[in-house]
């Protein structure tokens, strides 16, 4: 049987192919034939349509090559063969010296182009903030960091990472949103590589902040990085101050001799185990601690105060009208919320929390205060508490811990999680430091199992802490939080079969997955990289509030706490925001804010209110709660 010959169109490509395999000789060869094949007959045809050139065939043809010369640049010129040949190769010598300039120049501009895009080019800015790093905290560092900057002029920052320049563009376009006056610059390469971390240029920086990225190894991958900044930065006068986080305490002494003494760094994960222990004891806690940590609404600023030298610090607490004093920084040391009898002396700063650095601003907020609306009872009590923990994660020791520091005599935490994820031992050396009033027991079970949730008597606990899983090596980031979906709609449907609400502290690794969570409104959600990413960034605008922070979420000692508004004023009388706090002043606390029962689901603050004017009137009911800032 004869084989079926190959369509004409096929051969043709297949012929076309193979020429141009041959090399460029060939392929410039075929374009000069296929370009005289056009020209030479598109000349003859204008020459021979037009009535003026000569009616002889010599001077047609000469005619003809004429315009061929012309339209392919060979120079036309007529004459002996000579002539013509010496034209033509004057013309082709100028085709190729064009032709090369050209070429270099696009060589030269893709090349320049394409660098620019790999993000290799040096930044030339002063005063500017660096980012190293990539994680999920970078869109909240680098967002806070746009805010602070809303007021400059001219402010930008540099943003480090191994990570293609261009998908760091779009990711950081799309999450962080517009970004006003301040620019953004993404480079890209490795940030542990001395020779690349100069494209941010951070000698001339403002602040550099490195940022963990989310694997295993991520703690040594920030002392390296912290190494090779210092590196880059040897011989330099100056260096920019340092703001960084490691997860595991055992890396804190190597990444602070890493930074060096202007630099910060956070141990985020007892961070968020404190912050997380914070809110199980007072619902709402979390709101408050958002408030104060973002850049868009109030928060911490130190000014000095000569007018106020020499006077008690209690005095302080109705000084201004718009502004609440919470402490004092003196030689560097923070004291918050000291004895109202203290002294402000001369080189105090007072630690206050207000709008902006000039809304300050002194004035007697005293004939506000009405002593007849202040409660005259003991505070309420505290009392052994029942705590359930379910889900079990690196950070469950320090929940542990930190729950232990505070356990009142009779105190229990009920552990709830797979074998896989918590061993008894694992459970017994976090519960290593027994006799101080709390007992914790491990019950095994799948907190994704409505029937292991069923077994509990989940209303019977005073709070309910719901902790993703560690992802494993090679799994998706985002498979904590869609098994803690999972159990946070189990304890959503026992809220509605029972129509008791439960006092539920949820930690969340992605803040996109905040909305999908089947909770209340106004729960609390701690997202520990978001938290972390604020913090980081506070820091990073005034590394002097570094000691207060510490401070303010140490496991013990004074904290942000939220209190019975009944332990201050008179359930159901109308008074101002002064009042408040001049009985706050009498039991030796700081008040900064309230969280209004009433506006408790309403969206976006959920009733929390943070530094009201003083001369602000309200009336105040037995579920109100007052925020101050005070000892247990």
Not at 179 to 201: E, F, K
Not at 283 to 304: K, N
Not at 343 to 369: E, M, Q
């Amino acid at each position: 049987m004869a084989q079926r010959r190959a369509p004409f169109g096929d051969r043709v490509r297949y012929w076309f192919d193979s020429t141009l395999a041959r090399g460029a000789a060939a392929l410039v060869g075929w374009m000069a034939l296929l370009c005289l094949a056009v020209v030479v007959p598109a000349s003859a045809v204008l020459v021979w349509t037009d009535p003026d050139v000569p009616a002889s065939l010599t001077g047609r043809l000469a005619r003809v090559w004429h315009l061929t010369g012309q339209t392919l640049r060979l120079g036309g010129a007529t004459g002996t063969p000579l002539q013509v040949l010496v034209s033509v190769l004057l013309a082709l010598v100028t085709l190729v010296y064009v032709s090369t300039l050209v070429g270099l120049i696009t060589t030269a501009l893709t090349e320049r182009l394409t660098a620019l895009r790999r993000g290799r080019s040096t930044v030339l800015e002063q005063g500017h903030a660096v980012v190293l790093g990539w994680s999920e905290q970078v869109f909240t560092v680098v967002g806070e960091l746009v805010a602070a900057n809303a007021n400059q002029r001219r402010a930008a920052v540099a943003v480090l990472a191994d990570r293609d320049k261009t998908l760091m563009e779009e990711a950081l376009s799309t999450k962080v949103g517009a970004t006003g006056r301040t620019r953004l610059i993404c480079r890209s390469g490795p940030t542990t590589d001395p020779t690349v971390l100069p494209l941010t240029s951070p000698a001339t920086a403002g602040v550099v902040v490195v940022l963990p990225h989310d694997q295993p190894e991520a703690d040594a991958e920030v002392v390296k990085t912290l190494l090779a900044l210092r590196a880059a930065l040897a011989g330099q006068e100056t260096r920019p101050p340092v703001v960084a986080a490691v997860r595991d305490d055992r890396y804190l002494l190597a990444a602070r001799l890493a930074a060096g003494p202007s630099g910060v760094v956070l141990e985020s994960d007892t961070v968020t185990a404190r912050l997380i222990v914070q809110a199980t004891r007072r619902p709402g806690l979390s709101l408050v601690h958002r408030e104060l940590l973002d850049f868009a609404g109030d928060e911490f600023y130190l000014i000095g105060e000569p007018a106020l030298t020499g006077r008690p610090f209690g005095e302080a607490l109705l000084a201004y009208p718009t502004s609440s004093v919470v402490g004092l920084v003196r030689g560097g040391t923070p004291l918050l919320n000291p004895p109202p009898t203290t002294t402000v002396a001369p080189g105090d700063l007072l630690v206050v929390i207000t709008r902006d650095d000039d809304t300050a601003v002194l004035g007697d907020c005293a004939d506000s205060v009405e002593e007849a609306a202040m409660a005259t009872g003991p505070p309420t009590p505290t009392r052994a508490e029942r705590v359930l923990l379910l889900g079990w994660n690196r950070r469950a020791p320090l929940i542990v811990d930190q729950l232990r520091r505070r356990a009142r005599p009779g105190s229990a935490v009920d552990v709830v999680a797979d074998p896989g994820e918590a061993t008894a031992r694992q459970v017994s050396e976090a519960d290593a430091d027994g006799g101080t009033g709390l007992s914790v027991t491990l019950h095994h079970g799948d907190t994704t199992r409505p029937e292991t949730l069923r077994r509990l008597d989940v209303h019977s606990y005073d709070s309910v802490i719901v902790l993703g899983r560690d992802p494993l090596p090679g799994q998706s980031p985002d498979e904590p939080d869609n098994r803690t979906l999972v159990t946070l709609l189990l304890l959503r449907q026992l809220e509605e079969a029972t129509g008791r609400e439960l006092p539920v502290v949820t930690e969340l690794v992605d803040d996109r997955n905040r909305p999908l969570a089947p909770i209340a409104p106004g729960a609390d959600v701690i997202i520990s990289g978001k938290l972390i990413g604020l913090l980081m960034a506070q820091i990073s605008q005034n590394r002097h509030l570094a000691a207060v922070f510490e401070e303010l979420f140490s496991g013990g000692g004074t904290s942000v706490r939220m209190k019975p508004a009944t332990d201050y004023v008179r359930p159901g009388s109308e008074t101002a925001f002064a009042t408040v706090v001049a009985a706050a002043r009498q039991r030796g606390e700081c008040v900064i804010g309230y969280r209004s029962h009433r506006h408790a689901s309403i969206s976006p603050a959920y009733g929390v209110r943070i530094n009201p004017p003083k001369h602000e009137r309200r009336h105040w009911t037995a579920e109100d709660e007052v925020v101050v800032i005070g000892d247990d």
